[in-house]
């Protein structure tokens, strides 16, 4: 290929993230993926005065703000926005715990998008994915990403003040340092060809260094460092699971391939204390958020995933009725071979737990019904309306029912 | 070398948004979609012809579908996808609920336009195209960043020889779906199976 | 083949927009309503730009430093441009805590961009519009207006590439292929005026071209002075 034609190409790239030719509604124009928060560190929260403002500064840390203002007003508003004070409380204590004399600069903000994935950009903003609040079972896996996003900020911001180059190259890109691309069913948005060029421009050198300032801020708290090789273990498993790689070449080129990173995070791990999980701590920090995130994940339609995610947590509390449904759900939507009677044992042990949500009795019924089990379907959809009157399917349920 | 395969899978994306959407205009009148199902309309419609961005059948707007779209799915059997598509798109199964279609055109949605935070409005039992179906409202929100939308979706469904017949519409929850919303009921109510499928 | 055409059809109407010859702006009103003695209040929202490098590697990266520098040089631009006009603007940062009023301004931006899309000639036109402008966020809008006491919200969105060698590529081949000299950035954006008693978009202009650049305060002027061409007095 050569460097006219490729340039050529890549030019119409970039009046496809102009906006003029992201034509389709699912086609972002680019900049940042969606965010959100309230989790704005308070000193600068007070600083950004909501409402109308005349004047415009030209001091240099305002015009980082008024970028800022831009992006965060957005997020701020979004409606994927994660409000829950309790998990905005615990995650945010965790990135001041991990960033130490950076914590006030870092504004961490929890994100409802069903993938694992968690960003920071430079002028602090860091984005944590609910897919990645699910796909952790304990607090040092998600301090191993976090450690990880602080690990770029802290290496950026080190060099920005070694060399006093406000527009180091680390600097000047908003979305730099992307953990990791598993996400987005389909590399069909303007916002991936943005993501993709962040992958270009981070290689390979920069996230294992990355990846060695998380595990060292893992240990120096005390979190089992062997937490960080895990995530990548389970993300493996994904792709293994579906026979999609979501990592795509994309991410196996620029990123360290997956299983040498694992490697590589477990033989270091090996040298460092052992260190706790703190899963307890994880549940009760993130727990009201766990409803929403499993209703997500069924949602991505990626059924093998599901299962997997819902075996981990499983694996820790074999009775925990969220997880079980979720697991029977997904077997009951794949309804491959095998999978009602399988859906039906997850669905049952998941409706005598009270974590199961409602919606769980009607899963049950169903599947029960398909099986030809016509009484205990009954039995399940009449306990459905019981413990959800107000379900917006209730009129069809009952005349189900009569009939 | 890793370089370049980058690149060309960042071409690929750009050439398939280049494929942009194309549209003609249908109506007012009768209109039969796909022989399948036919509906009387009484404006006219741009009707996506060709391109990226079409998750459905049958896919058409009046103010271009960050504003507005109607999906018709005129009739899919058995392990055929119904909004969206690729290997893991949800797929039509015959015993599915009203419930259980529902869910599959959230995931749909889900999975084609980042949508989430669906809530549920209604799902109540209709007569569609002289057919037992059901009819179901509900809101969420969708795409990213400078693209999120708040959405308000409205749809009919019904089976009929084990195929799955779907009228979705969704717009802008504000000023888009009221305004819109008589309009397409009055589609949805003028939907009849063609002749000779009439039994 | 269908949508190869399409493309094709697409690459030619881009060379012709950036030759720029095409009419951009509509304009539903010629001036501003203003209460008596009092002139017109316009709400300008925070002016939605990106810039992008092509980078080495040829895909674009959106550059922080670039982009802030352009949304400073072109809010100092605006506060500038209506200096001489009988008009007073205030600056909105876009923070709300009113779920109602996010809302709105996410419609506003998804209409501003469907406009972008559809109104003009090219592939994504729609038929049923027949040339006519008619777009608006309906009544709701009022809702911003009696947050805000003001009369009108202006909006301003770019998106700005700039060399690296595919810029560089693109003005080679653009030269040689369409006989269309692409100089300096290529900038697309739109800004729009929307009357706050109606809602309606009563003024909107496009901007499609191979020029300006939004880095440095001077050519910034230039671009905003562009963007607002023939925006009512």
Known sequence: ?403 | ?199 | MVVSALRLGFVLGLAALLAGCVQNHHRLTENLVRAADKPPVILVLPVDAELSELSFGGAPTIRQDWTVAARENMNQALHASFADKNANIAFHNGDVDDDDLAKILRLHAAVGRSILIHQYEGPSKLPTKQGKFEWTLGPSIGRLADKTSADYVLFVHVRDSYSGPGRVAAQVIAAAVFGVAIQGGAQIGFASLVDLKSGDFVWYNRLVRGAGDLRTAEPAKETVAALLTGLPQ
């Not at chain 1, 991990?98 to 914590?103: H, T, V």
């Not at chain 1, 699971?241 to 997956?258: E, F, M, N, W």
Request: with cysteine; hydrophobic share 40%; aromatic share 6%.
């Open chain 1, 1 to 403: 290929m050569n460097l006219a034609r490729r340039g050529f190409l890549t030019g119409g790239c970039a009046f496809c993230a102009g906006g003029l030719l992201a034509c389709t509604p699912t086609a972002p124009d680019g900049a940042q993926p969606q965010t959100g928060g309230m989790g704005a560190h308070s000193d600068l929260a007070a600083r950004n005065t909501p409402g109308v403002r005349t004047g415009v500064s030209a001091d240099a840390d305002d015009g980082l703000r008024a970028t800022m203002d831009q992006m965060e007003a957005r997020l701020r508003t979004s409606r994927f926005l994660i409000r829950e004070p309790k998990a905005n409380a615990y995650v945010r204590r965790i990135v001041r715990d991990l960033a130490g004399d950076y914590a006030g600069d870092i504004r961490a903000y929890l994100v409802r998008v069903p993938f694992f994935n968690a960003s920071q950009a430079p002028n602090g903003m860091m984005q944590i994915y609910s897919g990645l609040l699910l796909r952790c079972t304990n607090e040092a896996q998600m301090a191993a990403v976090l450690g990880h996003e602080i690990g770029h900020y802290l290496r950026a911001h080190s060099r920005q003040r070694m060399q006093d180059a406000r527009n180091a190259a680390d600097m000047a890109q908003v979305f730099a340092f992307i953990f990791a691309g598993l996400g987005a069913p389909q590399l069909n948005s303007a916002t991936d060809i943005i993501l993709t060029a962040s992958f270009f421009a981070y290689g390979r050198d920069q996230e294992r260094e990355s990846d060695e300032i998380g595990m060292r801020l893992l240990s120096q708290h005390g979190l089992s460092p062997i937490e960080a090789a895990r995530n990548w273990e389970n993300l493996i498993a994904e792709d293994q699971a579906t026979g999609i790689s979501k990592y795509r070449d994309v991410l196996r080129a620029s990123h360290p391939d997956q299983s040498e990173r694992a490697e590589t995070l477990r033989r270091r791990a090996g040298e460092l204390p052992t260190g706790v999980t703190r899963a307890d701590e994880y549940r009760e920090g993130i727990g009201a958020l766990r409803e929403v995130m499993f209703e997500d994940q069924i949602r991505t339609g990626s059924h093998a995933v599901t299962m997997l995610i819902a075996d981990r947590w499983l694996a820790a509390d074999s009775k925990d009725g969220l997880p079980l449904y979720a697991k029977g759900e997904a077997l009951r939507q794949r309804a491959g071979d095998g999978d009602d009677t399988k859906a039906v044992e997850s669905l049952a042990a998941a409706v005598a737990d009270s974590r199961a949500p409602a919606v769980a009795w009607r899963s049950l019924a169903l599947v029960q019904r398909k099986l030809g089990r016509e009484g205990e379907a009954r039995e399940a959809f009449r306990e459905y309306l019981r413990l959800a009157p107000d379900a917006p399917d209730r009129e069809i349920v009952r005349r189900n029912l009569q009939g």
């Open chain 2, 1 to 199: 070398m890793p370089r370049i395969r980058i690149l060309l899978c960042a071409i690929a994306v750009a050439l398939s948004l280049t494929a942009c959407q194309h549209y003609a205009s249908i109506g007012p009148g009768d209109y039969d979609v796909q022989q399948k199902l036919a509906v009387t309309l009484d404006r006219a419609w741009n009707r996506q012809v060709e391109g990226a961005g079409r998750i459905c059948a049958e896919s058409w707007t009046s103010n271009g579908p960050l504003l507005d779209m109607l999906c018709i799915v005129p009739g899919v059997a058995e392990g055929s996808p119904v909004i969206g598509s690729g290997a893991e798109a949800p797929r039509f199964r015959n015993g599915m609920t009203a419930a259980d279609i529902v869910e599959l055109v959230q995931t749909g949605l889900a999975r084609s336009m980042q949508a989430s935070d669906f809530v549920p409005i209604s799902i109540a039992p209709a007569t569609i195209a002289g057919r037992e179906g059901f009819r179901f409202e509900f809101k969420f929100g969708a795409g990213q960043s400078a693209m999120e939308t708040d959405r308000h979706a409205l749809g009919y469904a019904f089976e009929e020889e084990k195929r799955l017949y779907l009228i979705l519409f969704h717009a802008a929850e504000i000023h888009y779906f009221p305004q819109m919303k008589p309009i397409v009921e009055e589609v949805a109510a003028s939907a009849r199976l063609p002749r000779q499928r009439r039994t």
